[in-house]
């Protein structure tokens, strides 16, 4: 059964930080891609930062350049999010996704954590 299980979520003030993480299982995490997406109220989905199956290659959004920070622990199923400098627009339910390195098969999603900016 997979399963990708987000935490680390919470409420902080602007200028602070929070890590998130997402643990994986019932797949081969390291033969995956992953990403965190997040998803304000009212808006679509975006996407945040992507990490390649072997950790090598980052790429972030505007909005997370110089900010955030996307690793991977491929020996923990884990992929990580740290958030820095947070502002209230960060303010949104966070979601990572697992989408298959090479094959054109079903990607996987996580419920989500939330993130609250507030004073």
């Known amino acids: 059964q997979v399963q990708l299980v987000e935490s680390g979520g919470g409420l902080v003030q602007p200028g602070g930080s929070l890590r998130l993480s997402c643990a994986a299982s019932g797949f081969i995490f390291s033969f995956y891609d992953m990403s965190w997406y997040r998803q304000a109220p009212g808006k679509e989905r975006e996407l945040v930062a992507t990490i390649n199956s072997y950790g090598s290659i980052t790429n972030y959004a505007d909005s997370a350049k110089g900010r955030f920070t996307i690793s991977r622990d491929n020996a923990k199923n884990t992929v990580y999010l740290q958030m820095n400098s947070l502002k209230p627009e960060d303010t949104a339910v966070y979601f990572c996704?697992?989408?298959?390195?090479?094959?054109?098969?079903?990607?996987?999603w996580g419920q989500g954590t939330q993130v609250t900016v507030s004073p």
């Open positions: 996704k697992a989408a298959h390195r090479s094959l054109n098969t079903k990607n996987y």
